[in-house]
C-alpha cells in the first residue's frame, strides 16, 4: 500500500509513514536540520509568548484561564506542523524507524542533538527579541509578572516531579504528531494537534522546548527590565529568587529534557513500533 497517496490514514498505515519520516529526517543534511529546528524553537517561543499574553490578569478560574492558554500555545505546533519545522520533541518518534533497524543509533542521536541544539538557539533568539520590545510592560507590567510567575513555578519543581511532568507532556505532544499521519489535510492536522496540545498545557505538563523561551525570558526581563517594570516586581509579595540560570538549567530542563524523551520516544513511539511494525517472531 502506498501510503503517500491516501487522504486518510488508519494507524497500521501511519506507524509506516512515522517510519519513512524518520528515514527522511535523518537524512537531512546538517544546515537544513539546523535551520529548521531553529524555526521550530521560534515558532514553539511564539506559542508560548500568545499564552503568556492571554494568561496575563486573568479573573477567571485556573482551569479556564489554562484552558483559554492551552488553545493559544497551540501555535507553536500547528507552525511547527503546518509551516514544516524539526521540534526536539516530536521527533523522538523517529525512535520508531530506529527500532524497525532503517536507521542507525549514530544517526537518530546526531539528529536529536542537532535538533535540540537548533531549537535552544531558535527560542532564545525570540526570547532576547521579546526582552527588547518590553513586551513584558504591556497591559501596566501584568504581562510581564506573569511570565515571572510562570517561570518561578517551573524553577522551583522537584527533580522527579519534573520529569514526571516531562513524560505527560511529551506523551501528549507526540500523540498530536502521530495523529497528524492520519491526515493531509490542513484542518485535518490542525484539529489533531489542538486537543492533545491544549490539553498537556492546561493540566500544566512541561515542556523542555517551551521552557527554553519561558525560563531564560523571566531571567532577562527580572535582571535587566527597565526601573518601571523592577519598581512594579519589588511591590510583589512574591520572592523570584528561584528564577536563576542554575535553577533553569538543572532543575528544570535536564529533567524535562529527560522526561519529554521517555514520554515520547518509550511511550508512544516504541509502543506503536511494537504494535504495529515489529517483524513477528515465527
Known amino acids: 500500500m502506498n501510503v503517500k497517496n491516501v487522504d486518510s490514514l488508519l494507524p497500521p498505515e501511519m506507524a509506516l509513514q512515522a517510519e519513512l519520516i524518520g528515514v527522511s ?41 489554562r484552558l483559554f492558554g492551552g488553545f493559544s500555545f497551540s501555535l507553536g505546533l500547528v507552525l511547527v506542523i503546518v ?77 522527579v516531579q519534573a520529569i514526571m511532568l516531562g513524560i505527560l507532556c511529551n506523551i501528549l505532544v507526540c500523540l498530536a504528531v502521530w495523529l497528524c499521519f492520519s491526515s493531509r489535510s490542513i484542518a485535518g492536522k490542525i484539529a489533531s494537534i489542538l486537543f492533545p496540545i491544549t490539553a498537556f498545557v492546561t493540566c500544566g505538563f512541561e515542556h523542555s522546548i517551551a ?9 532577562l526581563v527580572l535582571n535587566h527590565g527597565d526601573l518601571k517594570f523592577l519598581a512594579l516586581v519589588h511591590q510583589s509579595t512574591l520572592n523570584y529568587e528561584s528564577i536563576s540560570w542554575y535553577n533553569y538549567l538543572f532543575n528544570n530542563l535536564l529533567p524535562v529534557t529527560i522526561g519529554n524523551i521517555i514520554g515520547g520516544a518509550v511511550l508512544v513511539g516504541l509502543v506503536y513500533w511494537f504494535v504495529f511494525l515489529r517483524r513477528s517472531e515465527k
Do not use: D
Open 25 to 65: 529526517k535523518v537524512n537531512m543534511s546538517l544546515s537544513k536540520t539546523l535551520v529548521l529546528a531553529m524555526l521550530a524553537g521560534a515558532f514553539i517561543a511564539f506559542g508560548s509568548i500568545f499564552f503568556t499574553t492571554v494568561t496575563a490578569g486573568s479573573t477567571m478560574s485556573y482551569g479556564m484561564t
Open 83 to 159: 509551516g514544516g519545522a524539526e521540534l526536539f520533541t516530536g521527533n523522538n518518534l523517529v525512535i520508531m524507524a530506529w527500532a524497525n533497524k532503517k536507521i542507525s543509533t549514530s544517526q537518530i542521536i546526531r539528529n536529536w542533538f542537532l535538533v535540540y541544539l537548533g531549537n535552544m538557539i531558535g527560542a532564545l533568539f525570540i526570547a532576547f527579541l521579546m526582552f527588547f520590545s518590553k513586551q513584558y510592560s504591556f497591559a501596566s507590567g501584568s504581562v510581564g509578572i506573569n511570565a515571572l510567575n510562570i517561570a518561578k513555578a517551573k524553577c522551583e519543581l522537584g527533580f
Open 211 to 219: 521552557n527554553m523561551y519561558f525560563i531564560p525570558e523571566a531571567i
